[in-house]
C-alpha cells in the first residue's frame, strides 16, 4: 500500500473529480466517465500500477459508476417529466449490443491504443460544445428502424471505448433531430444504464494480471476507485439535473470544452510520448 502523504492527495483528487463529474453528468447529459477515466488513470499511474490493461480498468470503473450516476440522474429529470421513455425504449437494445461488442475489441487493446482514441474523439467532442448550436439540424425526428440499431449499437460501442455514458453522442444526436434540449439531455441521461449495465458485468470476466492490478480490482473494476467516485456523484448528479432546468448553459458548454480539449491533449502526448 502507498504512504498516506501519497495517498490522501489522490483520494482528494477523485472526490473532487468525482463531484464534478456529476454534476457535469446531470447538467449537460454527458455522463462523467470523460472526467473520471483521465482521473483514474492518473492515480493509479501515481500510485505506481503501470500496465497494457491500466485503460481497462480506468475505463470499466467509469462505466460501473455510470450505472449509480445514471439510474439518480433519469430519476431526477423524470420528477420533471422530461425524459422521453419511447426513444429510451427503442434505442436501448441497440445501445446495448453496441456496448458489449465494445467490451470485447477494449479487452484486445492496450492501454495506449485506448489512451490515443479516448483523446481523439474526446478532441471532437470538446470541438461540438465549443461550437455546436442549438439551432442546427439535420431531421424533424429520431432515425427510424434499420438506421436507428446502427447508431445505437455505434453510440454504445463509441461509449465503452471512452468509458462513457453516450450522452456526448446521444445529446447532439437528439437535438439535430428536433428534440428539445432539455428532453435530449433527460434522455441521454438513460442511455447511460443501457450502455454501463451489460458492459460492467462483461467487464468483470475481463482478466488483469495479478501483478499489474490495483487492490480491490475485480476482473478490470476497480472497487476502491468506484466507491469514491459515486460517493460523490450520488450528492451531485441531482443538483446538475436540477440546474440543467433553471440556467442557461453556453458559457459552461464552452468552459467544460475547454477543459476537455485539454484533457483529450493530454492524453494524446501521454499515448505518444
Known amino acids: 500500500m502507498p504512504e498516506l502523504p501519497t ?48 485503460m481497462q480498468i480506468c475505463l470499466a470503473t467509469s462505466l460501473a459508476t455510470i450505472i449509480v450516476t445514471s439510474i439518480r440522474s433519469v430519476a431526477a429529470h423524470n420528477r420533471k417529466g422530461a425524459v422521453d421513455w419511447q426513444i429510451l425504449k427503442r434505442w436501448a437494445p441497440g445501445i446495448a449490443l453496441g456496448a458489449l461488442v465494445g467490451v470485447l475489441t477494449v479487452s484486445r487493446l ?41 447508431i445505437a ?69 476497480n472497487l476502491g476507485a468506484f466507491v469514491v467516485a459515486i460517493s460523490m456523484t450520488l450528492i451531485t448528479a441531482p443538483l446538475g439535473a436540477r440546474l440543467a432546468h433553471a440556467v442557461e448553459e453556453r458559457t459552461l458548454r464552452r468552459t467544460f470544452a475547454v477543459f476537455i480539449l485539454v484533457v483529450a491533449a493530454n492524453m494524446l502526448r501521454k499515448s505518444f510520448f
Do not use: K, N
Open 153 to 221: 449499437s455505434g453510440i454504445g460501442f463509441l461509449s465503452v471505448l471512452m468509458g462513457i455514458g453516450g450522452g456526448s453522442f446521444a445529446v447532439p444526436l437528439m437535438t439535430l433531430c428536433s428534440v428539445p434540449i432539455h428532453r435530449a439531455v433527460a434522455t441521454a441521461a438513460g442511455f447511460g444504464l443501457s450502455i454501463a449495465l451489460p458492459s460492467v458485468l462483461a467487464f468483470f470476466f475481463v482478466e488483469i494480471p495479478e501483478p499489474v492490478r490495483p487492490p480491490l480490482t475485480l476482473g478490470a473494476v
Open 7 to 54: 495517498l490522501l492527495p489522490l483520494v482528494g483528487l477523485l472526490v473532487a473529480s468525482s463531484a464534478f463529474a456529476g454534476l457535469i453528468a446531470g447538467l449537460l447529459g454527458v455522463g462523467g466517465g470523460i472526467l473520471l477515466v483521465p482521473a483514474f488513470l492518473f492515480t493509479f499511474e501515481t500510485l505506481g500500477y503501470t500496465s497494457p490493461q491500466l
Open 110 to 150: 492496450d492501454s495506449a491504443f485506448l489512451q490515443a482514441l479516448f483523446g481523439c474523439v474526446a478532441i471532437v467532442i470538446g470541438l461540438y460544445f465549443a461550437f455546436g448550436r442549438r439551432s442546427w439540424r439535420l431531421s424533424d425526428r429520431m432515425p427510424g428502424a434499420g438506421l436507428r440499431e446502427l
